[in-house]
């Protein structure tokens, strides 16, 4: 059997509702800070209200390089590169680089709404009468939008972004599974390493479910209709809680091989023990969601594949979206494979950012290991017998054993798990 490669993470690059920089973020992770607040979205009574986690005071010409780059860059492609720089940074990758052939990018995304504004005049040039001329849409476009307007809008144009700016010529790919994507774009990071594909590898990824577009194909995916305090919003695993709280953000790790880190002389923050995933077709009944069993088969298979037994598991960072149906299949699946672990869960301070969630999740994680501290779950108050989890809560937790296993899955089956490891 060929040896298998140690795999570290680095560095970590946040841009998120609670912070921007590894430092901020984890400051208000620890203290207890939500980002989620009243959003000027829109005004319908017959929507849930609207409230966020949102990015603010977020200037990407701080990041993006060069600037003119920023006339074919949505607001996603903006923090995908600049969590990806302040990834870069943190590594020491521009002191001590690896060669550009061996470093990649593997990236998290997903649909990315074009903004409204920029339809109107082709949208305006198809009023006749009064009403929408189809027959004219074709032609209106194409005179109203600059040749490369869609560059602006594909998923895979974060990653492509990223090796541009950062000139990363190894590996590029880009994931693109609903929640679980920036997840599984660590674990694909990871086997790239592991293959010797690369020596580094920048993996992350980035969600916005704040656009208007978003907002309104979610309506019917549970989202809370909470009215108070809306940091009070997110709710994952409470007794009280009534659904889900949207965000935006974006989150990059820099992986390595140990070698190839100490080689550079990188401060090592975690190590990758292990990942798997697995699939589990919706259930065919009222709500089509699945079950929780690719869930148990991805913690168990991730604890395989790092040769750990449950009881080392210091932490689970939940993917805990505040549903009720979601919570309750999520902590028996937790309960069912590892018992009595702890359990945090970031959304609480977030929201859900869908294909960026894994990737500030895991970055919580990297950090809970090397400060040897775990974050609390916000707005847990009452525990609910239907999510029989140990929740974290009141305060940060001592970390009592060195492995922490991030989760994430998505409603249309697919569950990944990746278990971190403190550094040595």
């Known amino acids: 059997m ?187 990071a990871a086997r790239v390493l592991e293959r010797n594909q690369a020596e580094a590898m920048i993996a992350g990824g980035v969600g916005a479910r704040l656009h208007p577009a978003v907002w309104m194909r979610s309506h019917n995916e549970n989202l809370t209709c909470w009215s108070g305090d809306p940091a009070a919003a997110s709710r994952p695993f409470d007794a009280g809680r009534d659904g889900l709280v949207n965000g935006e953000g974006s989150a990059a790790m820099v992986l390595e091989t140990l070698a190839g880190a100490r080689r550079r002389g990188a401060a090592v923050l975690a190590r990758v023990l292990g990942q798997a995933g697995a699939f589990e077709p919706p259930e065919k009944n009222s709500s089509g969601w699945p079950g929780g069993n690719a869930v148990r088969r991805a913690i168990s298979s991730a604890l395989k594949d790092a040769a750990i037994s449950p009881a080392e598991v210091g932490f689970v960072a939940a993917h805990g979206l505040g549903t009720i149906d979601d919570d309750r299949l999520e902590a028996q699946a937790i309960r069912d494979v590892l018992g009595d672990v702890p359990v945090t869960a970031a959304k609480s301070f977030f929201g859900h950012l869908g294909p960026a969630a894994g990737a500030l999740e895991a970055a919580m994680s990297a950090l809970a290991l090397d400060e040897a501290m775990v974050p609390a779950t916000l707005n847990f108050e009452r525990p609910d017998p239907q999510c029989p989890v140990n929740v974290i809560h009141g305060g940060p937790m001592p970390l009592k054993h060195s492995a922490a296993l991030v989760l994430a899955f998505s409603p249309q089956g697919q569950a990944v798990a990746v278990v971190l490891g403190a550094a040595d």
């Open 2 to 188: 060929a040896f298998r490669q140690e795999i570290v993470v680095t560095g970590v690059g946040v841009v998120g509702p609670i912070g921007i920089g590894k430092a901020p973020f984890w400051s208000s992770l620890i203290e207890g800070v939500s980002g989620i607040r009243r959003l000027d979205l829109h005004r319908d009574p017959g929507l849930p209200p609207p409230i966020g986690g949102v990015v603010a005071d977020f200037d990407p010409k701080q990041y993006v390089r060069p600037r003119k780059s920023l006339k074919v860059m949505s607001r996603e492609i903006q923090l995908a590169f600049a969590a990806a720089d302040l990834a870069v940074v943190d590594a020491g990758l521009r002191e001590n680089p690896v060669a550009p052939e061996r470093l990649g990018v593997v990236f998290g995304a997903g649909i990315i709404p074009c903004e409204l504004e920029e339809l109107s005049y082709a949208y305006a040039d198809c009023i006749s009468d009064g009403k929408f001329d189809f027959g004219r849409w074709g032609n209106a476009a194409m005179n109203e939008l600059f040749p490369l307007w869609m560059l602006k809008y594909l998923p895979n144009m974060p990653a492509c972004h990223i090796g541009i700016g950062q000139d990363a010529r190894g590996p590029n790919n880009t994931i693109t599974l609903g929640d679980v994507s920036s997840l599984s774009a660590l674990a694909e």
